[in-house]
């Protein structure tokens, strides 16, 4: 069965200090991988998306970078927070190809003061 | 950007009666309509999905119409229990890449 970790749960972070959040895909081999961001009561905004190694496509800009060094790893980092970075992250995963299920990972919330 | 819209923002609704969801949607080239919920600190996960070949779809309690005409589509929640207070999310899913969700919809079901 696939598994989806997200780390860390949880940070608090001050402005201007750098973040790394991390995911770990296993069981599923080569899959579409995404980074969401949710505010408190909000919408989930896409971040960014991978289709393969290597290969990461930005859909809005938040000053956040995103990268794929293995296939079952995703990374999301700055070097600089802002406080507008406050919020929960979500990982996931899907099958590639359109019209399939994400799966999410358990997520990560991120408090910046 | 693919815009996916929600209503109402909020609903409160009885244990036992039916709670209704809307989630309207410009293009007209999706292939799967999915809805997921997200309870209270936790991830979203999915709920039910319909693909357009039929324009219902039931599991259990929980039915999904779908209007292409209209690009409409409903959740409706029969027999609402208060475990079923969560957040409901419908997404486009048109784009491969770039699964757009919609604003949201805050059920909350009283005992």
């Known amino acids: 069965a696939q598994t989806i970790h997200q780390w860390p749960v949880a940070e608090i972070k001050a402005v201007g200090s750098p973040l790394s959040l991390g995911c770990t895909i296993k069981g599923k081999s080569s899959p579409n991988l995404y980074w969401y961001w949710q505010a408190t009561g909000g919408t989930l905004q896409q971040l960014f998306y991978?289709?393969?190694?290597?290969?990461v496509e930005s859909v809005v800009q938040l000053n956040l970078s995103a990268s794929r060094p293995k296939d079952d790893q995703f990374i999301l980092s700055t070097e600089k927070l802002l406080l507008s970075h406050s919020g929960f992250y979500l990982c996931?995963?899907?099958?590639?190809?359109?019209?399939?299920?994400?799966?999410f990972g358990e997520g990560s919330r991120l408090i910046v003061v | 950007q693919q815009q996916v819209r929600q209503s109402p923002q909020s609903l409160t609704v009885w244990e036992g009666e039916t709670a209704i969801l809307n989630c309207s949607y410009e293009?007209?080239?999706?292939?799967?309509f999915p809805w997921y919920w997200q309870f209270p600190r936790e991830s979203p996960a999915l709920l039910i999905a319909i693909r357009p070949v039929s324009n219902k779809k039931e599991d259990g309690r929980f039915t999904i119409f779908f209007n292409k005409r209209e690009k409409k589509l409903s959740l409706h929640i029969t027999d609402s229990q208060p475990g079923d207070s969560a957040t409901y999310f419908c997404?486009?899913?048109?784009?491969?890449?770039?699964?757009?969700f919609g604003t949201g919809t805050r059920l909350q079901v009283l005992p």
């Open positions: 997404a486009d899913t048109s784009n491969t890449n770039k699964v757009v």
């Open positions: 991978s289709i393969t190694v290597g290969q």
């Open positions: 293009d007209s080239t999706f292939d799967y």
């Open positions: 996931a995963w899907s099958l590639t190809g359109a019209g399939n299920t994400l799966y």
